[in-house]
């Protein structure tokens, strides 16, 4: 009897323990349904989702499988399923999110009442959350001890991709372009779609330059927002189109070999791992503060400030923090260190609550990780565990001096006041919603929303009044 394979973030052939264990089974029928947890995705990773989706279809073809796509609530849709096709079996890549954990938890009851095997997989991180432990039994708290207690455990190694037998017939699918998933974008998908190359392959043979080119240098040059020097396996980990593990395998290899900036590779995909295992604990860390203590903070909620929409168009006139954000329109994704900056300047000297840059991430990023998302603006906010401390307050200009010194970045994405802009700058303005009515010819903003000076003022003296826990 065929076994269904129900494909959620784990777009791969390599390294995958469910469909390993549904190809053992039977004839695999891979199952992706668009369900509300991908009806609610933000615009960039809806899209994002859908090439991923198209990608990985094509990549079942070629394996002469095929990929199944199906609308509607998840278990609905699986007990359809197992009736069409008499499967007896639903494997998946387990997820970490709260509401993740609650429809697969009821998925796996539901399915075992009605006598299928239900089973859930590691896959979508190195370690289980619930493995990692301190010597009292509870969970980490900060990263250099966390750390330190998986750094010589041993994930095991990436499986290779299975035969997979098919299904004497197939099931009916949607086609995938009536799912319009990149419809939220408007135009903004295009440009995006220059920038991203979805799927397996593609992330394969990334990693394989990163190594094979870049970490050596890895640990100096993550830092420059202007270099092509860090990963960008970010994205590829999102949709699952390659393993941690396999970035894991990868970084001890090249450490074997000597390449000094693979142990500072493996030690980011571990942050990874450090967010998965917060927000498994402690699942308020998605949607309030860390620590309680910042709860009576006088950050401001409200979508419609001035200095909101001059943050979210690039346009707050702070160069560092509009280069930055131009680049997640045209790329889909930002730089790390352009990530602390602009919440940085959003959370400290404008005063922004971090739920509203945090929303406006989850919104734009085609990269967009909810526990990674989470501890980034929380971390950066000083609400976070092992947050910077809040009055380490980023200064974008010295910032952009050290860390961009030939201005490298900041003329790659803004074209004002350039003779001859280049295509990434360009692109923001092919990017943004029509509604924002921005143009090449339009003026960089002569002074900034906020001035760096009165801004990190204002957020201590902020800091130094703030109610404190009685
Ligand atoms: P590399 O430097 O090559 O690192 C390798 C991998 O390690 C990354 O792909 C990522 O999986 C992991 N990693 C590296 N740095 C971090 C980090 N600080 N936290 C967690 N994991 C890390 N990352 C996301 O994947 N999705 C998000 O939505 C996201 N939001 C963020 C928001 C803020 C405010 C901040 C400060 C950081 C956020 N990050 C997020 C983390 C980090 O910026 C990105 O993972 C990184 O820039 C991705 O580029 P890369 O793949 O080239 O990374």
Known sequence: AP??????????????PALTAAAEAGPVIPLFIQDHSVDSLGAAAKWRMGEGLRAFADALEDKGSRLILRRGNALDVLREMVDETGATAVHWSRL?????????????????????????????????PWTVETQDGGPYK??????????????????SAPSLSTPETWPKSDVLDDWAMGAAMNRGAEVLAKYSKPGEAAARSRLAVFIRDKV????????????????RMSEYLTYGEISPRSLWAAGQRAMEDGKSGAEHFVKEVVWREFAYHLMYNTPRILTDNWREEWDDFPWR???????????KQGRTGVRFVDAAMREMYVTGTMHNRARMI???YLTKNCMIHWKVGMRWFEECLTDWDPAS????????????????????????????????????????????????????????????????????????P?????????????????????????
């Open 216 to 231: 050596e240098r890895y640990k100096s040059d993550r830092d420059l927002p202007g270099e092509d020097a860090t990963s």
């Open 446 to 470: 002569e002074r900034p929303i906020v001035g760096l000076k009165e801004g990190r003022e204002a957020a201590l003296s902020a800091y130094q009044n703030r109610p404190k826990a009685s």
């Open 342 to 344: 602009v919440a940085s």
């Open 301 to 311: 909620d409200d979508e419609r400030l001035a200095e909101v929409k001059a943050w």
């Open 3 to 16: 076994v269904i394979w129900w494909v959620r973030r784990d777009l791969r052939l390599t390294d995958n």
């Open 96 to 128: 970490y999110d709260p509401d993740a954990i609650d429809r697969d938890t009821d998925v796996k009851s539901a399915l075992k009442d009605a006598g299928i095997e239900a089973e859930s997989h590691s896959g979508h991180l190195l370690f289980e």
């Open 142 to 159: 900060v990263y250099s001890p966390y750390w330190r207690a998986v750094k010589d455990r041993d994930p095991g190694a990436p499986l």
């Open 373 to 444: 998302n989470a501890m980034g603006w929380q971390w950066v906010a000083g609400s976070g565990p092992d947050a910077a401390p809040y009055f380490r307050v980023f200064n974008p200009d010295t910032q952009a001096e050290k860390f961009d010194p030939d201005g490298e970045y900041l003329s790659a994405f803004i074209a004002e006041g350039q003779k001859n802009p280049p295509e990434t700058a360009l692109d923001y303005f092919d990017a943004v919603p029509r509604s924002w009515n921005l143009s090449a010819h339009e003026n960089y």
